[in-house]
């Protein structure tokens, strides 16, 4: 058999390409792009939350958003790696992210100005990355999926400590009420862009879902989110901000108005409410972090060095 014909095979039988295997440059590429999208998001998604670190009302919510934080740079550092089995060099993705050349998720680029964005960003936003990324544990590359099955365990935990933390919102005072439906107000229709261009506009899907990197379409995804999160919002109490949003009861699902493709599209190019700010600071912190990662290859060599020895 042939490689392509063996590549092929293995697709079809839905089992998992590895690092070794022979795949068509393609391939290869897709995944580079959407791995190195996927982990530059998880750690440029840092900063929208991380801004409320200092800021944090108790020292037990505190703890909670410093353990978040730290999983996200956390899944940043499995997706590189997955990324880096595909023969690229962590540095060059980094530069790609750095220079603009490669993208990030929209989503990041709104800002948290109060306490509620916090939890907000946990229902909504880890919300969407779950019905997004839960297909993707079934990803036809091996190391992808494998790391996303331990991302997808943590991010259903900090889905649920944002939504707990909007409870305590919810059963708090009226002010703190009007702070969740605002943050609500900002948050759902960027979620709702999270999945990406609708189904006709999606130049990947239809390659990447013949390949089963993707299992579902854009759209599918979207509307599973939306059916997913309308009950939820009735329990906090808060209205998604959709006048167009019912239940659907011939096609069992949630109608829902039209998303400003015009705004995503402006976002995606750089000019979102924060897109040089978050570049600007990862690229500050990139710099002030040049001493560890000297230090770390120093060590490397050292160590090495002493194996060779003995
Ligand atoms: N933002 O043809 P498609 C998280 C681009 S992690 C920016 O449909 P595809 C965790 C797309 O790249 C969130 N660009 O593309 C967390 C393509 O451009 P290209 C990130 C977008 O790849 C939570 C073009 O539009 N998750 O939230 C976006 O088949 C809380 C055409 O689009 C992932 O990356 C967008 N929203 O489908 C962290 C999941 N959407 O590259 C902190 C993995 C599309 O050809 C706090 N990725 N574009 O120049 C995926 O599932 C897919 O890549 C999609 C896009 C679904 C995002």
Known sequence: MDQQAHFDAVIAADERIEPRDWMPEKYRATLIRQIAQHAHSEIIGMQPEGAWLTRAPSLRRKAILLAKVQDEAGHGLYLYSAAETLGVERSDLLHR??????????????????WADVGVIGWLVDGAAIVNQVPLCRCS??????????????????????????????DGTDDQRAMLQNAVNRWWWPSLMMFGPPDAASTNSAQSMAWRIKRHSNDELRQRFVDMTAPQADVLGVKLPDDKLRWNPERGSYDFGE????????????????????????????????????????????????????
């Not at 992210?97 to 109060?114: C, D, M, V, W």
């Not at 750089?270 to 972090?289: F, K, L, S």
């Open 97 to 114: 992210l750095h220079t603009g050349a490669q993208k990030y998720s929209t989503i990041f680029n709104y800002p948290t100005p109060e």
């Open 141 to 170: 590359y091996g190391p992808y999926a494998r790391a996303m099955i331990r991302i997808c365990k943590e991010e259903s935990f900090h889905q649920r400590q944002g939504f707990e933390m909007l409870l305590a919102l919810r």
């Open 259 to 310: 998303i400003d493709w015009d705004e995503f599209a402006r976002v995606v190019k750089g000019e979102g409410p924060c897109n040089a700010e978050r570049i600007e600071r990862r690229t500050a912190a990139h710099a002030e972090g040049a001493w560890v990662r000297e230090a770390a290859v120093a060590y490397a060599a050292k160590q090495h060095a002493q194996a060779d020895a003995a």
